[in-house]
């Protein structure tokens, strides 16, 4: 019993370093697009490494870490622990971690910022083909392991793409409605284009046919949100005629459902 609490000083350990880097490459990667020294939000003073890693308030202004930094840290403990104790049977530990971390910065980012950024597509890219290749060439041979994942790929950011065309199509629409009746545009997007890139990278991870029901799963999930959070508007009276055009950010809700095809 003792040596299980020792070896799960390991992931709990990993865990805490894995959502160290989760928090600096969501603190740096919107704001400087490369992995910089981070900075303080409320005065821009760069950090002290050490200081930084410890989770210290800023030297500058001593403006303490976001509520984001702390809860990133427990989720990432918490789930390296759970994911040791009960591997991924799709990943394996080593891979699932990896992807676990990278879930997590995409999601952080994605929250925030509402942005899903190139750099961590194409990163991304390359760790979805590794994914969906392995899972998929276990039954199937390593070609059409490949060909499984490139499938998902394709057909994750093709379906994305069209149904992004159809909402550009959608919002220049709207906006000459809205034109025509003296109103100002604005800048609001069906759907945002960065979630046609994180299809595709959830495509290659996933593979074919398992992208179709993730993306699935992700929509509805995102739609059931969205008409939760309609019903609050109308009960509080604050509805709009046009806030059913309000953008939906798919982004986590794709990942939520990757997760869980991947992990649970
Ligand atoms: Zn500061």
Known sequence: MLLMYLILLFPILLGWIAGLFINYA???????????????????NHFAWAGYLMLRACRTC??????RTWMVQILSVASFAY???????????????????????????DLEHRLILHPTSLVGAALGLLVGTLIHSRANGLLAGIGLSLLG??????????LYQFGTLVARFR??????AGQAE????????GDVY???????????????????LGVLLGGVVSLLFLLALVARRRYAGDALMTFIPYGPYFIISAFYFLFL
């Open 26 to 44: 969501s603190d740096v990667l919107p704001v400087t697009r490369r992995f910089s020294k981070p900075a303080c939000t409320q005065c821009g």
């Open 62 to 67: 001593g403006k303490k870490r976001s509520l």
């Open 83 to 109: 994911f040791w104790l009960y591997p991924s049977k799709a990943l394996g530990i080593p891979l699932g971690m990896i992807v676990l971390v990278y879930f997590g910065i995409i999601t952080v980012i």
């Open 153 to 162: 790929g394709v057909f994750g950011f093709g379906l994305m793409y069209l």
């Open 175 to 180: 906006a000459r409605k809205m034109q025509a």
């Open 186 to 193: 604005d800048e609001e997007e069906a759907l945002g284009g």
């Open 198 to 216: 994180l299809a595709g990278v959830l495509g290659l991870m996933l593979g074919w046919p398992f992208i179709w029901d993730a993306l699935v």
